[in-house]
């Protein structure tokens, strides 16, 4: 059956891997060496693709219910702020190549452990989905993995530049974390794996995962910081100005 | 009389993958099914390689567009997700051009990819000199299917169909 919880879940997914998508997009053309610049903009056009397949699923769904015309493209293009339901470490600035490595690293290891349950839930669209996107995420894993350590355990600068960006990035994990109405699978249950997880790679890469902080919530119910409503606006001016246009 | 079904994968033949001119959309397992509705009604069952893979839209009017002017006048291209696309399912010629071509083709078995963290595919044979002295530049290539790498014999850098 039906029903909204579903249609929230997959809207969360779909606004999430866009959002980052969108911000890590920015680096195409601009990465530190050509190689790396294709990889994360590789990495981008996976997120894309999930998010795309999300976008396309929760159309289907919401056409169903409510009798409307939504399309992949309308849930991007045009819902507003508060309407989007991703994680707000997605749309937190870039910040330098450290900050953007370690964001990735974080929400890859997540989105792994998350994807994991997933493909085992009874919705066999968001199964199919994620049995797909991991072939993807495993290799997000381990490229963003391996940066963290060559850059924690690099040089002064590399090592100094990751700890800033653990400073910045780590009070906006918890929210990975926090249990919703909509969840499609008990979310506190991969909190401990994820920790794990993190904690292996900081160790080869000399790095701490920090103390008790205070940890940022809101993007699940809409509540974003004041950073998406630009990555919006610039996101969707085209189709804004000229509805429904086409390339 | 040659079996429709057969007739239509004849056309779908011929086809080819918009990124990698050498490769049918036979030869990468794109098309999943053929199924045939009437006489002039039939529906195309593709899956897309990578989620983000740019070449599908493409795919899915090329294949209308061959169907069309055989005489088809109905044709559905749907989309499926399940089972998820792997390297495994590349065709052994599809692998011949591939490398005839350039690309190292991809291992037999796509479940060595749950690689550790430093750790290359090994023994990817350059496809031009076909020494095994090579290395890999960087896991993720020209597009999302390929990584780079680099021979230590004959100095080229190539492109290595990743298994997925």
Redesign the interface.
């Known amino acids: 059956m039906i029903n909204q919880k579903t249609i929230n879940a997959t809207l969360h997914l779909a606004d999430t891997t866009l959002i980052l998508a969108q911000k890590n997009s920015e680096w195409c053309a601009h990465g530190p060496i050509l ?2 610049d ?2 994360i903009t ?2 981008t ?6 998010s ?2 999300f976008y396309q699923y929760a159309a289907e769904l919401i056409n169903e219910v409510e009798n409307k015309n939504e399309t992949e493209d309308t849930l991007a293009y045009f819902r507003s702020e508060r309407e989007f339901k991703n994680f707000l470490i997605a749309e937190l600035p870039n910040g330098d190549w450290a900050q953007t490595i370690l964001r990735q690293f974080f929400f890859s290891c997540f989105h792994q452990l998350l994807f994991e349950k997933l493909q085992h839930i009874e919705d ?2 968001i ?3 994620a ?3 991991l ?2 995420i ?2 997000h894993v ?2 963003s ?2 940066w963290v ?1 060559r850059l924690g355990d690099g040089t002064l600068e590399s090592h100094s530049r990751m700890v800033k960006a653990i400073e910045i990035l780590w009070p906006y994990t918890g929210e990975f974390f926090n249990a919703e109405e909509n969840d499609l699978i008990e979310v506190k249950k991969i909190k401990s794996n994820w920790i794990q997880k993190i904690e292996a ?1 900081f160790f ?1 890469a000399n790095l701490l995962i920090p103390g008790n902080v205070f940890m940022q919530t809101g993007g699940k119910q809409g509540i974003h910081t004041e950073h998406l409503g630009y990555i919006l606006t610039e996101m969707q001016s085209l189709q804004r100005a000229y509805p429904g246009l086409e390339w | 009389m040659i079996n429709p079904k057969d007739h239509i994968y004849s056309i779908l033949e011929k086809i080819f993958d918009p990124e990698i001119p050498v490769l049918t959309i036979i030869d990468l397992g794109i098309v999943r099914d053929v199924i045939i509705i009437d006489e002039q009604t039939i529906e195309i069952v593709i899956t897309p390689t990578y989620s983000g893979c740019p070449a599908m839209d493409v795919i899915s009017f090329e294949i209308k567009l061959a169907l069309l002017e055989s005489g088809y006048k109905n044709i559905k291209v749907t989309y499926t997700l399940s089972p998820a696309w792997t390297t495994d399912w590349m065709s052994e010629s599809g692998k011949r051009k591939l490398l005839e071509y350039g690309i190292a083709p991809p291992k037999k078995n796509s479940s060595r990819v749950n690689k550790m963290l430093f750790e290359e595919e090994t023994n990817v044979s350059c496809p031009q000199c076909n020494s095994s002295n090579t290395n890999q530049l960087s896991e993720f290539g020209s597009t999302a299917c390929k990584s780079l790498y680099k021979c230590n014999d004959c100095n080229e850098v190539f492109d290595y169909f990743k298994c997925h």
Do not use: F, H, T
């Open positions: 190689e790396q294709i990889a590789n990495i056009l996976d997120l894309i693709g999930q795309r397949m066999k669209q199964s199919a989905i049995v797909k996107s072939k993807e495993n290799y381990k490229w993995s391996e350590i790679v080869e």
